[in-house]
């Protein structure tokens, strides 16, 4: 059957248009109207876990019962389809909300680092499953799951250059004096929050959106936060005021960083390596 189909039948309905697109085009992703003039936003693709980790990742968000997400309608191997949500120009105290939003999420903890299930950041697996001590050794959950997985994943794709294979070896050796001079809570993260994954609705309201979520330092979501240009002052002195930062944050920013350069090595290619080396490079030249 048709994904068509299959929606029309979910939805006890027919879907009239997507978009400036008619039901016939062979993509309807986006948002798509049924007869009764109800919108819904539908993401597909090829068969596998993602959807159903997106949903669970959104519902893991949603059960904290501090920021808006979507509303899922219907989860498929190869969809989901949630509430359509209008993207709007933020007024003045948008930021200011999303800030304390983000803090006060990151108030909920768990007893161990990562997630109950491998999710997905990007098109990148990300791994969460964490055995024996891994589950509350934060720098060494952080180094294999996330360093060392994405140079393994870019070694094994031909994009680690013997520089940044060396650079990963030497980092392993300091890894622990990175991290483990802070105490670490295991915080509920969004995971991959850049200006792209949230919304601004049409009350004003954030609401948070394709999050790659799990359980780990909170410094790691505000690094991202921070890696195309950042946010508006107002959002981090929102959360400051709601979740203070712990100090030395600013020496720890780098290597969060790092995760989501590999990552954008792998996904993009080798324009990132340069970035992911100079990343490494900070903690190299301060020994």
């Not at 904290?64 to 219907?74: C, D, L, M, S, Y």
């Not at 990300?126 to 050794?137: E, P, S």
Request: hydrophobic letters at 35%; glycine letters at 8%; aromatic letters at 12%.
């Amino acid at each position: 059957m048709k994904l068509i189909n299959r929606l029309e039948e979910i939805l006890n309905e027919k879907i009239v248009v997507k978009g400036n697109l008619s039901k016939n085009s062979a993509s309807l992703d986006g948002k798509i109207e049924t007869e009764s003039g109800k919108f819904y936003f539908l993401k597909s693709g090829e068969p596998g876990r993602s959807f159903f980790c997106e949903e669970n990742g959104i519902k893991e968000i949603a059960a904290a019962n501090v920021v808006k997400t979507p509303q899922i309608v219907a989860t498929d191997e190869d969809f989901i389809l949630m509430e359509y949500i209008s993207r709007e120009e933020p007024d003045s105290q948008f930021f200011d909300k999303l800030g304390r939003s983000l803090a006060k999420l990151h108030k909920k903890t768990s007893k161990s680092f990562g997630f109950y299930e491998d999710n997905f950041i990007g098109g990148t697996p990300q791994l969460n499953i964490a055995k024996g001590a891994m589950a509350t050794n934060w720098s060494e959950f952080y180094f294999e799951k996330r360093i060392l997985f994405q140079f393994k994943l870019a070694e094994s794709k031909g994009l680690a250059a013997k520089k940044l294979r060396d650079s990963i070896s030497r980092l392993e050796s300091m890894i622990g004096s990175i991290l483990d001079g802070v105490k670490v809570s295991p915080s509920l993260l969004h995971g991959d929050l850049w200006s792209g994954n949230y919304l601004c609705n049409n009350t004003m309201v954030p609401v948070l959106i394709d999050p790659a979520v799990y359980y780990g330092h909170r410094e790691a979501d505000l690094a991202m936060t921070r890696l195309f240009g950042g946010f508006p002052p107002e959002f981090y002195q929102a959360y400051n005021d709601e979740y203070p930062q712990q100090e030395g944050w600013q020496q720890r920013e780098n290597i969060y960083r790092l995760y989501h350069v590999l990552n954008h090595l792998n996904l993009f290619g080798t324009g990132y390596l340069y970035e992911a080396e100079t990343l490494i490079n900070y903690y190299i030249c301060k020994q």
